[in-house]
């Protein structure tokens, strides 16, 4: 079955600076890949994602970048804010079947 | 409804108990997924259900956990003889086709 790993599992920036989460998987069938955000007591909350068939998306300040021959993918948020403080997933679908990395809690320092 | 949605939000449950944790996906999504999220760790895949197809019963952890999935909709995941190791918050998603999974608030359980 599919394996994702994430890392860093913590993360801690600057206000202003930028913050990159990376993830592997394994299965090169996985085509789907989205990011969560998941606040403290809260639900995971989808930011962004990006499908096999694309190597790079952006939305604001959130850009996501896929190097399938890799088999990774990263999250990049910059000009951090205070509000960006959350847990952070990555993901990777195969068959529809989803497998969350193990999160990372990102802690942006006013 | 607009979103997923999960009861009950709390649960508080004697050890050696039942419980039935309800999930209602989003209308028309065909993908429904059960994760479980202790505390401060990652999201835990329990089962998956997609359409008519015999649903991943993989991510179950022991065979005291069980989950259906009635009329393609509703689904319901149900522990029995409940342990401390069950407490955590017990997240339901759902997806139309492969894409763009929503998720519920979660049931917190606690089993004293």
């Known amino acids: 079955g599919e394996n994702v790993e994430q890392h860093p599992s913590t993360l801690s920036v600057q206000e202003g600076d930028s913050a990159v989460i990376k993830c592997t998987y394994s299965?090169?069938?996985?085509?789907?890949f989205p990011w969560y955000k998941q606040e403290l007591g809260k639900r995971p909350q989808l930011i962004i994602d990006i499908r096999s068939n694309v190597g790079e998306k952006k939305d604001q300040r959130i850009a996501v970048t896929l190097n399938k021959t890799a088999k990774h993918f990263s999250l990049h948020i910059t000009e951090t804010q205070p509000e960006d403080s959350a847990v952070y997933f990555c993901a990777a679908s195969s068959y529809q079947k989803v497998t969350f990395g193990i999160g990372t809690k990102l802690q942006v320092i006013p | 409804g607009a979103g997923v949605s999960q009861s009950p939000s709390n649960k508080v449950t004697e050890k050696g108990k039942d419980v039935e944790l309800r999930c209602d996906p989003i209308s028309g999504h065909t993908a429904l997924y059960w994760y479980r999220q202790s505390l401060g760790q990652g999201l835990e895949f329990l089962i998956y259900f997609q359409g008519n197809s015999a649903p991943d019963k993989s991510g179950l952890p022991s065979d005291r956990f069980s989950a259906e999935r009635t009329g393609g909709s509703v689904s319901t995941l149900t522990i029995q003889r409940t342990q401390q190791e069950d407490s955590a918050v017990y997240l339901c998603?759902?997806?139309?086709?492969?894409?763009?999974?929503?998720f519920g608030s979660g049931t917190r359980l606690t089993v004293v």
């Open positions: 299965d090169s069938a996985s085509n789907y």
């Open positions: 998603a759902s997806s139309l086709q492969t894409y763009g999974y929503t």
